[in-house]
Structure formats: C-alpha cells, structure tokens
C-alpha cells in the first residue's frame, strides 16, 4: 500500500517554463493539500481541496493552479516557472472529515528553477 | 490570525538526556495539537497528538499541553541520536477550522552522541 506518491521526485526547469507536479494517493481520503517548505519559512499551504472537484486557495496561492477530477489525484502545476518557486513541495491528505484532521505527508518533490 | 511560535534552534542534547521542546500559539480556539517530526530530506510525520489539559505519553515522547497559557510541549526521554530531527507543531482548530492546518516553522533537534 503505497499511500500518498509524488512525481517526479527531482525536478529541473528553467524560468517561463510550465511545470506538473503530480500527486496520488490510495486511501481515498477526502482532504488533499499542496504545501511548499522553504529554509526560514517552514510549511505555508499553496491550495487544497475538500473533495473531486472542490479545491481552494491557502496561504502562497499565486503563479501556481491546482484541479482535482479524480479523488485521488491532485496535480499541482507552475504555469511559468519563476526562481522564487524553487523549493521543496509536499502533498499531503487529511484522514476525517475535516481539513484539521491528521495530515500524511507525501514524499516531497524537489524543484529547482535555474 | 493563526500564530504558531517555535524556537528554531538548534537545540542540542547529548545522548540520554531529556529533549524539551515548546510551542506557543495565539489563537485561543485551538483546541488539540498534533507534533510531527521531520528528517532531513525526508516528509513530516505524525508523532502526537493531544487534546486535553495536561501530559499524553507515548513510549519515550510525553506531549504537555497548557491551554490557559496558549502552551504545547513535546519531551523526549532518554534522548537518541536517531531522535535527531526537526519537530514541528501544528494547532488544530476546534470545529476544524476553514483551511488547514497551520505549522510552525520548527525547532531543529540534535541529540549528540
């Protein structure tokens, strides 16, 4: 049971480029997040989504756009990639009901925007 | 607006010791707190989770939590090299809140052998 999976792991872009970051998860579980985590900042959540079809904003929404037409898929994309987005991103989903239930963590994927 | 304070660190304790760590937070509708624990280059993962007045034990890890003083802390007894990590806190809204939750930026532990 893989859980939560994220890919690529590893990313390499240049400045303008469009970049997908893809997340899936096999519990089924209704809540799914997006976070980045950078030195100094901590975790400061991109978007989330209650369920297939609901997502919304957090706290760093901008130059980033999410959708969700399956339960268990969670794309996260960078339309043009800027310097400032480099940086480690982590899905995440929330086992319950609400968005403050526990959270998993997937493995992260790591981006570098030259 | 949510406020989660920790101690950056690095706090260091040598081998054995007990590992105190503390996490204060400004919005007085929390009402349970989840510790989770970060490696390096690795996700975070949940270690505890408490939600009523008072100490929560689990193995070597003891969660403290104070709500009149808006205080959570973590100990960790006879500290490990392998506890060696950053821990971070994460309040939980009472009702469940709107957004998610909100972590604090972590304290970076390192236990020396």
């Known amino acids: 049971d893989a859980g939560i999976t994220q890919s690529p792991r590893y990313k390499i872009t240049e400045t303008g480029r469009q970049v997908t970051l893809m997340c899936h998860q096999t519990?089924?579980?209704?809540?799914m997040f997006w976070y980045r985590q950078d030195l100094g900042h901590g975790l400061r959540l991109i978007y989330y989504?209650?369920?297939?079809?609901?997502?919304d904003k957090g706290e760093v929404p901008d130059g980033y756009v999410v959708s969700r037409s399956k339960t268990e898929n969670f794309p996260l994309t960078l339309e043009s990639a800027t310097r400032s987005q480099t940086s480690v991103y982590f899905c995440a989903t929330a086992r319950g009901a609400t968005s403050t239930d526990t959270q998993y963590f997937g493995p992260g994927t790591r981006l570098t925007v030259l | 607006q949510k406020e989660v304070e920790q101690n950056s660190g690095p706090l260091s304790v040598p081998e054995g010791a007990i590992a105190s760590l503390n996490c204060t937070y400004s919005?007085?509708?929390?009402?349970?707190f989840f510790w989770y624990r970060q490696y390096s280059g690795k996700s975070p993962e949940l270690i505890m989770f408490i939600y009523s007045n008072g100490d929560k034990e689990d193995g070597r890890f003891t969660a403290q939590l104070n709500k009149a003083s808006q205080y959570v802390s973590l100990l960790i007894r006879d500290s490990q090299p392998s506890d060696s990590a950053t821990y971070l806190c994460?309040?939980?809204?009472?009702?469940?809140?709107?957004?998610?939750?909100?972590f604090g930026k972590g304290t970076h532990l390192i236990i020396q052998p």
């Open positions: 994460a309040p939980r809204l009472g009702g469940g809140g709107a957004d998610g939750l909100t």
């Open positions: 989504s209650a369920a297939a079809d609901i997502t």
């Open positions: 919005d007085r509708g929390s009402q349970s």
């Open positions: 519990w089924s579980h209704s809540y």
